[in-house]
């Protein structure tokens, strides 16, 4: 369970974290109109380094079990007009959250706030269709009138910078409050980013690829009573080669892609949804509901033969890739 001493919702960030060399400062130039009205002029947030740069929390998973899910608070993030609706976020370390990312905008953006994300339990991105899990997630594009869901568990306090990114621009910055103390029970792993087993190279790998031109694969997942299966039982990939593979659920109950071993062996640009895509370190296995569907954009970079199978049922296929 998550320490009980975590009561609060307005707690007072550790002092120990408030330290000379992590202060920083940050123009809150996000907002809503009313915000603006009252306030023409930006305040100044000093930010608070919750995690030293190239470490991040490797137990992340330890969270899921940990906390009450059903208990978590929801709150609403908009990045519609380019800017960060509200631009500042107030969230308790240990807690868990649902953060619903909304764009009302008719142009994608992008919600960006890596060092939150070192400094907490992301346990998944979902929309109506499908879930994204990851180790290390980054950025997560939302498309235009489209929301997707931030499940999380805040773990080390601070005040962090998050961005509203438009094609690649920055657009609008807030930041992410974290009060309160950090967890005890189950207490954080602070690990090197090195750790989260993303493959040598891949940035190199991922910018250098063709994506207009990669190979698309389609793994169809089925069912027939208590019957589960792929429709595809050998998929074919390229050593070195971009291709986007897409599951899609077109059976008549839930659904889950795994086959750890091979996605850890790829470089992963993003995973697509029609909601949105996100972009993190290594792709795990995910739920796909009725009718969703996940596009892996990946770089195959082992030879070998990998298992694809949905645990629990008697669904299998095998990754083939030389």
């Not at 305040?43 to 940990?66: C, H, M, R």
């Not at 500042?88 to 990312?101: H, T």
């Not at 269709?129 to 235009?144: H, N, P, Q, W």
């Not at 062996?265 to 949804?273: G, L, M, Q, V």
Request: net charge negative.
């Amino acid at each position: 369970m998550i320490s009980s001493k975590i009561k609060s919702r307005r707690g007072v960030v550790s002092a120990i974290a408030l330290t000379a060399a992590a202060l920083l400062t940050l123009t809150a130039c996000g907002g809503s109109k009313a915000d603006e009205a009252a306030d023409p002029v930006d305040t100044a947030i000093a930010l608070v380094e919750a995690l030293p740069a190239g470490q991040w929390i490797s137990n992340f998973s330890d969270y899921k079990e940990a906390v009450n899910w059903d208990a978590a608070e929801v709150l609403a993030l908009d990045l519609g007009a380019g800017t960060i609706s509200p631009s500042n976020l107030v969230l308790q370390a240990g807690l868990p959250y649902e953060i619903q990312i909304m764009n009302s905008d008719t142009v994608d953006h992008t919600f960006s706030a890596l060092d939150f994300m070192r400094a907490s339990a992301v346990r998944k991105v979902e929309s109506p269709g499908a879930e994204v899990k990851m180790r290390l997630f980054k950025d997560i594009t939302i498309f235009a009138g489209m929301t997707m869901n931030l499940f999380v568990v805040p773990v080390i306090p601070g005040v962090l910078k998050m961005e509203n990114l438009t094609d690649g621009a920055l657009t609008a910055s807030g930041t992410i409050s974290v009060e309160g103390t950090a967890p005890t029970t189950p207490a954080p792993v602070i690990e090197s980013v090195s750790t989260v087993g993303e493959i040598a190279g891949a940035d190199a790998l991922i910018a250098a690829a063709d994506w207009d031109s990669a190979a698309t694969i389609t793994e169809e997942m089925g069912d027939n009573g208590d019957s589960h299966f792929y429709k595809t039982k050998i998929i074919n990939l390229k050593l070195n080669e971009p291709v986007i593979l897409t599951f899609a659920n077109n059976g008549n109950t839930l659904h889950v892609f795994e086959a750890e071993e091979f996605l850890m062996t790829c470089a992963a640009f993003k995973i697509t949804s029609t909601e949105g895509s996100v972009t993190g370190g290594i792709i795990r296995p995910s739920d796909l509901e009725v009718g969703g569907a996940a596009n892996l954009y990946i770089i195959p970079t082992k030879a070998g033969t990998y298992t694809l199978l949905d645990e629990g049922t008697d669904m299998k296929a095998t990754i083939v890739v030389k």
